[in-house]
């Protein structure tokens, strides 16, 4: 007896919104052991006494494997798309100054300066990136990079010995937490590992060491509630004939259906259940003879789904009725006939109450198997359907990740990193206050991702505002004294090795950039430079979190002991530029559930952080 008009698909409203949501359950915080600490530092002498440098990628090869991987792109261009388009690509591509310092034997440094450039053109956000034809293009120039920067081979392998020596003896003093220095080191070494093709176990050492999901969303099984639990209050009516009586009348049935979530590893265990009370006044009709009756039922059902990216499958559903029946008054013209007829149906009435027990029981058990049969029939859905481009485009493997739920939470474990990148060294904290959902991320995500985006790139304002406002930030409000000094736009060379500042330790966030080169109009500063901003949380009289900058931000020229002319000339303005890009407050903005998300519990409502802490290099926030 449950509504097939009225709201029929509360478990398909689940079912969608749940197969993009990512979570992770708690774990014990665990640490770095002494024995894979000990592990890492064998690992890596053995990789140093084993270091094979005829594993390294032979020069000429990759030369040749660009070149042709260059004309499959032009012959891609050529037999798919219209001329002006075609040009357009070249022309953005540039792919012909490699392909001419190749050609004419240029010097090491030409042709690696136009294998970066290349390798830059060839990862961003444009659209048209993700095609097959321009990914095996940059997987050519990937490796046409470290075979130039390793030419002479058996230089290589000594240098990179002693490197994987010098950071054997380092890592035997790491500590138990890993610093963000170790961690950068670490993965400079992975990667070179990977770069110079080596089958070291160090190389799996590193990975298992620092092979924690670095990415965690949660969402609470209160949100899960939200969705599916609603009131039932329907009326129905009643034809049935049981032991010769044809019965007619109305029944309504008041209850509540209710989700649980199931612990369940590789999708999300959910207890669908429905419980109600059941009125119905009904007549009778066995011949001349009338009755009047009235019943009162209590129904339950309940089925188990489990919903993963794969789909929904379903257990059986289960049943149950009890149900009491009252003759309320027998109609006949004939007083023998009204007496017969009640003897009759006293006699009778057992059979009668079980026949429409059962009747009862596979009546709602039917319309809730039809019901909850909805969301199987749902298509399955490709939760990265709609990123997986971007992630191509920016040379991003998909995600490896993990769906699941215990009796508390929906959770989803995900990896963001390439094969030469490492992530987690440790498990995300235990989070002990409630919550709606909330997100960890480590640092190793940011690094990644962004990090490796911006490696070695060159960004103007505009470009650097653009990706701030894609990534959700909102453009800075312009001050009165803005407009009326109108300054110059400015331009910064990232640093190839960790060109973003993220570290979430001891309660505070920083954040930042390092940079090789900096200008501003007429003014150039060739200089290594780290801008950074500290963040703490700060809470407001509605008990909601923000981040808030301690201080100014804060400028650097590593290196340099004391400021020159220039950079002492130039730090200013880089502070003023930069303040804009990390302001007073973050985090200030609430979250806003899309108008286009199915559920009307969800959609349109708005989360406040009510909890952020940064410790041992995650950054937890609770949303509620």
Same mark, same amino acid.
């Given at each position: 007896?449950?509504?097939?008009?009225?709201?029929?698909?509360?478990?398909?409203?689940?079912?969608?919104?749940?197969?993009?949501?990512?979570?992770?359950?708690?774990?014990?915080?665990?640490?770095?052991?002494?024995?894979?600490?000990?592990?890492?530092?064998?690992?890596?002498?053995?990789?140093?006494?084993?270091?094979?440098?005829?594993?390294?990628?032979?020069?000429?090869?990759?030369?040749?494997?660009?070149?042709?991987? %260059?004309?499959?792109?032009?012959?891609?261009?050529?037999?798919?798309?219209?001329?002006?388009?075609?040009?357009?690509?070249?022309?953005?591509?540039?792919?012909?100054?490699?392909?001419?310092?190749?050609e004419a034997d240029e010097s090491v440094a030409t042709m690696g300066r136009e294998a970066v450039a290349l390798q830059q053109r060839l990862i961003g956000t444009a659209p048209g990136l993700e095609l097959t034809a321009l990914r095996r293009l940059r997987d050519a120039v990937n490796e046409l990079i470290p075979a130039l920067r390793f030419r002479n081979k058996e230089r290589t392998g000594e240098l990179l010995a002693k490197q994987l020596e010098t950071v054997a003896e380092k890592f035997e003093e790491m500590d138990s937490v890993p610093s963000v220095d170790d961690m950068a080191t670490a993965n400079l070494i992975l990667g070179l590992l990977a770069e110079t093709n080596q089958v070291a176990y160090a190389k799996d050492t590193l990975r298992q060491r620092f092979g924690h999901p670095n990415v965690a969303v949660w969402i609470d099984e209160s949100v899960v509630q939200q969705v599916v639990n609603r009131p039932v209050n329907e009326v129905r009516p009643v034809n049935e004939c049981i032991l010769g009586t044809t019965i007619n009348g109305t029944a309504t049935m008041t209850g509540l259906v209710t989700a649980n979530l199931l612990a369940s590893q590789g999708s999300v265990g959910l207890n669908v259940s429905l419980a109600g009370h059941v009125v119905s006044h009904n007549r009778?009709?066995?011949?001349?003879?009338?009755?009047?009756?009235?019943?009162?039922?209590?129904?339950?059902?309940?089925?188990?789904?489990?919903?993963?990216?794969?789909?929904?499958?379903?257990?059986?559903?289960?049943?149950? %009725?009890?149900?009491?029946?009252?003759?309320?008054?027998?109609?006949?013209?004939?007083?023998?006939?009204?007496?017969?007829?009640?003897?009759?149906?006293?006699?009778?009435?057992?059979?009668?109450?079980?026949?429409?027990?059962?009747?009862?029981?596979?009546?709602?058990?039917?319309?809730?198997?039809?019901?909850?049969?909805?969301?199987?029939?749902?298509?399955?859905?490709?939760?990265?359907?709609?990123?997986?481009?971007?992630?191509?485009?920016?040379?991003?493997?998909?995600?490896?990740?993990?769906?699941?739920?215990?009796?508390?939470?929906?959770?989803?474990?995900?990896?963001?990193?390439?094969?030469?990148?490492?992530?987690?060294?440790?498990?995300?904290?235990?989070?002990?206050?409630?919550?709606?959902?909330?997100?960890?991320?480590?640092?190793?995500?940011?690094?990644?991702?962004?990090?490796?985006?911006?490696?070695?790139?060159?960004?103007?304002?505009?470009?650097?505002?653009?990706?701030?406002?894609?990534?959700?930030?909102?453009?800075?409000?312009?001050?009165?004294?803005?407009?009326?000094?109108?300054?110059?736009?400015?331009?910064?060379?990232?640093?190839?090795?960790?060109?973003?500042?993220?570290?979430?330790?001891?309660?505070?966030?920083?954040?930042?950039?390092?940079?090789?080169?900096?200008?501003?109009?007429?003014?150039?500063?060739?200089?290594?430079?780290?801008?950074? %901003?500290?963040?703490?949380?700060?809470?407001?009289?509605?008990?909601?979190?923000?981040?808030?900058?301690?201080?100014?931000?804060?400028?650097?020229?590593?290196?340099?002991?004391?400021?020159?002319?220039?950079?002492?000339?130039?730090?200013?303005?880089?502070?003023?530029?930069?303040?804009?890009?990390?302001?007073?407050?973050?985090?200030?903005?609430?979250?806003?559930?899309?108008?286009?998300?199915?559920?009307? %519990?969800?959609?349109?409502?708005?989360?406040?952080?009510?909890?952020?802490?940064?410790?041992?290099?995650?950054?937890?926030?609770?949303?509620?």
């Open positions: 007896m449950v509504s097939t008009q009225q709201r029929p698909t509360w478990v398909t409203l689940f079912c969608v919104a749940m197969m993009g949501c990512t979570c992770l359950t708690s774990t014990s915080h665990a640490q770095i052991s002494s024995t894979d600490r000990q592990q890492m530092v064998n690992s890596l002498r053995d990789a140093a006494t084993n270091f094979d440098a005829e594993r390294i990628s032979d020069l000429e090869a990759s030369k040749q494997r660009l070149i042709k991987r %260059a004309g499959d792109v032009a012959d891609y261009f050529n037999r798919s798309t219209g001329a002006a388009n075609r040009d357009a690509w070249m022309d953005y591509l540039k792919t012909d100054l490699l392909l001419d310092a190749i009778g009709y066995n011949k001349p003879v009338h009755l009047r009756t009235t019943g009162y039922g209590d129904v339950t059902a309940s089925r188990n789904l489990y919903i993963s990216e794969s789909g929904v499958s379903m257990e059986p559903a289960y049943a149950q %009725a009890v149900l009491r029946t009252e003759i309320n008054s027998i109609s006949h013209k004939c007083r023998l006939v009204r007496r017969i007829a009640n003897k009759k149906a006293a006699e009778t009435k057992p059979q009668a109450d079980a026949i429409a027990v059962e009747k009862l029981r596979q009546q709602v058990g039917k319309q809730f198997v039809s019901q909850t049969d909805e969301a199987a029939n749902m298509p399955s859905p490709d939760v990265l359907q709609k990123v997986r481009p971007m992630l191509q485009r920016l040379d991003i493997p998909e995600p490896t990740r993990a769906l699941g739920s215990t009796q508390q939470s929906i959770y989803l474990r995900s990896f963001v990193q390439r094969n030469d990148q490492l992530a987690a060294p440790l498990p995300p904290p235990p989070i002990q206050n409630g919550y709606e959902a909330a997100l960890q991320v480590h640092e190793s995500a940011i690094n990644n991702s962004l990090g490796y985006l911006l490696s070695g790139r060159t960004m103007n304002q505009a470009q650097l505002d653009k990706l701030l406002a894609d990534a959700g930030r909102p453009a800075p409000v312009k001050s009165e004294n803005d407009d009326e000094e109108e300054e110059e736009a400015f331009e910064i060379d990232f640093a190839n090795s960790r060109p973003i500042i993220f570290e979430a330790r001891e309660g505070k966030i920083r954040l930042g950039v390092r940079g090789e080169r900096f200008s501003q109009g007429s003014r150039d500063l060739k200089r290594k430079l780290e801008i950074t %901003a500290l963040y703490v949380p700060a809470k407001l009289a509605d008990g909601s979190i923000i981040l808030l900058r301690e201080g100014e931000v804060d400028v650097k020229f590593p290196g340099q002991k004391r400021l020159g002319v220039r950079e002492a000339g130039m730090k200013a303005p880089i502070k003023k530029n930069f303040s804009k890009v990390f302001p007073d407050t973050l985090m200030d903005q609430p979250l806003v559930v899309p108008q286009t998300v199915k559920a009307d %519990a969800l959609r349109g409502r708005s989360y406040r952080p009510r909890e952020v802490t940064a410790a041992d290099g995650w950054l937890t926030v609770l949303l509620r």
